[in-house]
């Protein structure tokens, strides 16, 4: 048995069955990262003692006969922007390369809780700024379908752990794409649940009306596992929901008779790959097979969601980001003499490229002169958009669209044309300034033998009915 | 209005980066794309909507005003560049 290629879930039932140790299965990925990591470069950290050693107690609570809930001895990969205590967490820039954090994320504390192994922190783009993970400040992760690719961004790292089966399942943040991008280029599934659903504390912040943590899988079980665990109200993040916590593995019905799809015509439109595009529209179809209704709708301002984004999250991102001065922790240049030299020196050596264009274009568009005609204006189209998705909610009970416009890219092309790299969010900020949830799942493949995602997006908080319409698709998919 | 080199210098020196003369042509060039792109914002009709800041209702999450156990000093100072085991130490200001 290749226990690498097995699910979460599949891993549970092994170890019910007794035919599996939590030992054996934490070795497995461990012994998998050092094969394919060589090639791939998912990983910054890898925790082998620390996973081991926690592989031994789970499995120690198993041999005593402990009831414990579905996550437990399941080796997972984080992205490293989410805080773990006693591990490096680098946000993948000079910066933070040395920074242990003193504390748990919120989302590592619940899945400490629940016996998930953390194996390893994953590669992104650099403060989880950009499309590709090529932005990272270490090494550039490559796609595990096609070498010569880009795995996505910000969440590059994660996904191509999943998808080359050095973990069953990870973590990972989307602030405009970020978990949904990377999930259809590496052919995995992801999801960015709605803002407020699952706490940010602990998150290493880049635009805080906009980040979400979600989780990236091989099936939509897992997927809805994972967020069952990690999403509810949390004390430390005043902007998470005080919301009822539900079981979304109850949702997995394939069954959407009757159910309402709208597909926005925008998102189909110019600059749109045909591969991928004919791959969605027959993916829509085998729903409306099941019995969906299908229609195409209208989101009239979704085109201007990606300039307001740009403003917004980088206004958001200068702000944030103000904290390092190399004064409290992070890097410090060794060349001061006073304090405004280690702030401007400091900043200057730690921060890469990409870091440092948002970090202007969002003191520009905060600046005195430019406030009203940049920022404010970004968060009134906001307004507009947020009020289209509410709108179209009323007819609708998802709307789907491809998750980017193209499949995977070559590395380096686009790495110096950040206007270019940008248009890859295309379809997927809207979202995110909408605040609303959407998955991306796999839905075949291009010419290239590429994968191609399908965006399900859905209403505030109704993550069930995405993960219904996901489950649909994947299993009449088998 | 285009931006200007100058213009670059000056948010640089706001946001505290240096930035080299070959730097700033390239940043002054990458950020009129941008800010072309970013102005068309300006084509959406927003005369009769407020601002978006954040996307859920809440306002004004008040937690109670108590003690709690704060984090271990030791420990903070751990990821200081250079303290001097109580605060963190940085040259003289005055």
Known sequence: MDICRLTAHEIREKYHQKELTVVDVTKAYIEKIKQEDEKIHAIITVCEEEALKQAHEVQALFDQGEKLGRMAGIPIVIKDNICTKGIKTTCASKMLENFVSPYDATVIEKIKKEHAIIIAKANMDEFAMGGSTENSAFFKTKNPVNLSKVPGGSSGGSAAA?????????????????????????????????????????????????????????DVEDNAMLLTYIAGHDEHDTTSSKKENVDYTKALTADVKGLKIGVPKEFMGEGVNSEVKESVLKAIDVLKAKGAVVEECSLPTAEYALPAYYIIACAEASS?????????????????????????????????????????????????????????????????????????????????????????????????????????????????????????????????????????????????????VAYTYEQSEK | MEIQKEEIIHIANLSNLNLSDAEVSKYTEDMKQIVEFANKVNEVDTSSVKETAFITDSVNVFRKDEVIKSMDRKELLQNAPSSNGEAYSIPHVL
């Open chain 1, 162 to 218: 999943v998808s080359s089966s050095m973990a069953p399942v990870a973590l990972g943040s989307d602030t405009g794409g970020s978990i949904r991008q990377p999930a259809s280029f590496c052919g995995i599934v992801g999801m960015k649940p709605t803002y407020g659903l699952v706490s940010r504390y602990g998150l290493v912040a880049f635009a805080s009306s906009l980040d979400q943590i979600g989780p990236m899988t091989k």
């Open chain 1, 320 to 468: 944030n980001l103000g904290r390092f001065d190399g004064i409290r922790y992070g890097y410090r240049t060794k060349n001061f003499e006073n304090v405004h030299d280690i702030f401007a020196n400091s900043r200057t050596e730690g921060f890469g490229p990409e870091v440092k264009r948002r970090i202007l274009l969002g003191t520009y568009v905060l600046s005195s002169g430019y406030y009203d005609a940049y920022y404010k204006k970004a968060q009134k189209v906001r307004t507009v958009i947020k009020q289209e998705f509410d709108k179209a909610f009323q007819k609708y009970d998802v709307l789907i669209t491809p998750t980017a416009p193209t499949t995977a890219f070559d590395i380096g092309s686009k790495i110096n044309n950040p206007l270019e790299m940008y248009l890859s969010d295309l379809l997927t900020v809207s979202i995110n300034i909408a605040g609303v949830p959407a998955i991306s799942i796999p839905c075949g493949e291009d010419s290239e033998g590429l994968p191609i995602g399908m965006q399900v997006i859905g209403k505030h908080f109704d993550e069930e009915t995405i993960y219904r």
